[in-house]
């Protein structure tokens, strides 16, 4: 009996064993980076302690770049020391980047606009900007958010933009920034952290768009914490034993380990997103045209229209880089002249730019376009296309008059009877036709249990196929414990 006890203990041991990895097993999803560097932000003055130099110290390689705030901005001048640090920085091939904050999109737009100018003003090695104190909220939070970093790319296409959002963003902020920072807190709280939008934040190939920022983490919790960020898809990390609420004005005591650390896995390569289209109705152009009709000419008419551009946005600027562009013109159709002040305009290549801002609620100098058409013409709409620095656009119908006095096998002469020296007015509205904005990954709506299902019957069948294996691992090992037994029951007797 005590060989059976023995067997039937030792089996539950071996099947709770079993059941205990194949229960854990599944909830190991986090994916784990392919490649790291630091990224530190800086909230210390230069030359008030060592920190501007111990990061720089640790190399591009392990830092290529930093966040930079002399004052929750750029501050009201150019400061010596900042100056001073910056230019070390970029000699050793480490960007820095200027912090401004939106207060959760509160702040008057203007005023973070320019912050955003002033690093650049200030501090001309300025390599980027950092838009901290986000909110995921709605539309207007997300105009908010596209226009800055619209105006980033416009003016350095080349440099970063990091969205300092501290939690979740969705995907819908995806195309407004090169990195986000989807995690900033102390660590015992971002021990709970997991990803919220899955096929984004989870997503191995976007490892290099999310950075954490964690702080409070002890020595002896050091493994763990750095374990815990790698495997939560952050290409870029802080890390610091400091604590709120100034967590990142000291070097990190572990800074050394840290740094070395990075190391064992390849450089995190720094995204451009590049530029993007708008969300309609962010910063909304509009373009309308007066046109007057006219076929006083026998075999030909004439089309004249004076063509208006609108900032319809009651927030924000323009970009300068304004554009209309005749992008279709109907067969027998012909542009005479194209002109405006303020704008450079060329009849050739049929289009006008407009080099200055548009104040919200403003409008640009009016353009004479002249349009002739022969007896060609076979009927249609001119098509002028109205476009902003990001591609969004706007179509605008001109009109065309048919000719009289066209021959009637001419494909004039066949739409028009005799209608000479009729003149006729009309005004036409653009229509906007930006082409959707597709996010990289995850689900952009709120209800993210859609896209999370998938996961969850994955995670479900395991533990079926766990179940039934444990089943028919228990049958088993109890019909040979039973067989053991039966043969010691046996062999006792003839004893």
């Known amino acids: 009996m005590k060989i059976q006890t023995k067997i039937v203990v030792g089996s539950l041991a071996s099947i709770a064993l079993l059941a205990g990895l194949l229960f854990v097993a599944p909830?190991?999803?986090?994916?784990?980076?392919?490649?790291?560097?630091?990224?530190?932000?800086?909230?210390?003055?230069?030359?008030?302690n060592s920190l501007w130099d111990d990061v720089r110290g640790a190399g591009h390689l392990s830092v290529p770049f930093v966040i930079a705030n002399a004052n929750n901005g750029p501050g009201v001048k150019a400061d010596p020391l900042y100056a001073t640090a910056i230019s070390k920085n970029a000699g050793a091939n480490i960007r820095t980047l200027g912090y401004v904050q939106t207060n959760y999109q509160t702040r008057t737009?203007?005023?973070?606009?320019?912050?955003?100018?002033?690093?650049?003003?200030?501090?001309?090695?300025?390599?980027?900007?950092?838009?901290?104190?986000?909110?995921?909220?709605?539309?207007?939070?997300?105009?908010?958010?596209?226009?800055?970093?619209?105006?980033?790319?416009?003016?350095?296409?080349?440099?970063?933009?990091?969205?300092?959002?501290?939690?979740?963003?969705?995907?819908?902020?995806?195309?407004?920034?090169?990195?986000?920072?989807?995690?900033?807190?102390?660590?015992?709280?971002?021990?709970?952290?997991?990803?919220?939008?899955?096929?984004?934040?989870?997503?191995?190939?976007?490892?290099?768009?999310?950075?954490h920022l964690i702080y409070g983490v002890t020595s002896d919790q050091y493994s763990s914490a750095f374990s815990a960020i790698r495997n939560n898809n952050a290409g870029w990390?802080?890390?610091?034993?400091?604590?709120?609420?100034?967590?990142?004005?000291?070097?990190?005591?572990?800074w050394q380990n840290e740094a070395s650390d990075v190391g064992a896995l390849p450089a995190t390569t720094i995204p451009n997103r590049g530029?993007?289209?708008?969300?309609?109705?962010?910063?909304?152009?509009?373009s309308s045209a007066d046109n007057t009709l006219d076929n006083h000419t026998a075999k030909q008419s004439t089309t004249t229209s004076k063509v208006t551009v609108n900032n319809t946005s009651v927030s924000f600027n323009s970009e300068p880089a304004t554009t209309l562009n005749f992008m279709s013109m109907p067969k027998g159709v012909t542009i005479d002249a194209m002109s405006a002040q303020g704008w450079s305009c060329d009849a050739v290549s049929?289009?006008?730019?407009?080099?200055?801002?548009?104040?919200?609620?403003?409008?640009?100098?009016?353009?004479?376009?002249?349009?002739?058409?022969?007896?060609?013409?076979?009927?249609?709409?001119?098509?002028?296309?109205?476009?902003n620095f990001s591609g969004n656009r706007w179509d605008l119908k001109i009109p065309i008059q048919t000719p009289f006095g066209c021959e009637a096998s001419t494909a004039a002469g066949?739409?028009?009877?005799?209608?000479?020296?009729?003149?006729?007015?009309?005004?036409?509205?653009?229509?906007?036709?930006?082409?959707?904005?597709?996010?990289?990954?995850g689900n952009t709506n709120d209800n993210a249990s859609q896209k999370q299902t998938p996961v969850?019957?994955?995670?479900?069948?395991?533990?079926?196929?766990?179940?039934a294996l444990i089943i028919v691992i228990l049958l088993g090992l109890g019909g040979w414990g039973g067989w053991i037994w039966y043969k010691r029951q046996r062999y006792s007797v003839k004893l």
């Open 237 to 254: 990390l802080f890390m610091t034993d400091k604590t709120a609420p100034t967590p990142f004005s000291a070097t990190p005591s572990f």
């Open 109 to 211: 737009f203007n005023d973070t606009y320019t912050d955003v100018d002033n690093w650049y003003k200030f501090y001309p090695q300025t390599s980027g900007i950092y838009i901290d104190l986000l909110k995921e909220g709605g539309q207007d939070e997300a105009c908010y958010v596209a226009a800055l970093y619209t105006h980033v790319k416009n003016t350095h296409p080349n440099d970063l933009v990091i969205l300092g959002a501290g939690g979740h963003l969705s995907p819908t902020y995806e195309p407004y920034g090169d990195i986000f920072v989807n995690a900033a807190s102390d660590y015992a709280t971002y021990k709970a952290w997991s990803p919220q939008y899955k096929g984004f934040e989870d997503k191995t190939q976007y490892e290099n768009r999310f950075m």
């Open 350 to 387: 049929k289009s006008c730019s407009y080099a200055s801002v548009m104040t919200p609620a403003s409008s640009a100098p009016v353009i004479s376009t002249s349009l002739t058409a022969n007896c060609d013409y076979a009927g249609g709409n001119a098509l002028l296309r109205l476009t």
């Open 414 to 441: 066949k739409l028009n009877s005799d209608k000479s020296g009729q003149i006729t007015t009309q005004t036409t509205q653009s229509v906007e036709t930006t082409l959707a904005i597709v996010p990289l990954g």
């Open 456 to 467: 969850k019957k994955s995670n479900s069948v395991i533990k079926a196929i766990a179940i």
């Open 275 to 286: 530029k993007t289209t708008l969300p309609r109705g962010c910063i909304s152009l509009s």
């Open 27 to 48: 909830k190991a999803f986090a994916t784990t980076v392919t490649s790291q560097s630091i990224a530190a932000p800086l909230f210390a003055k230069p030359g008030s």
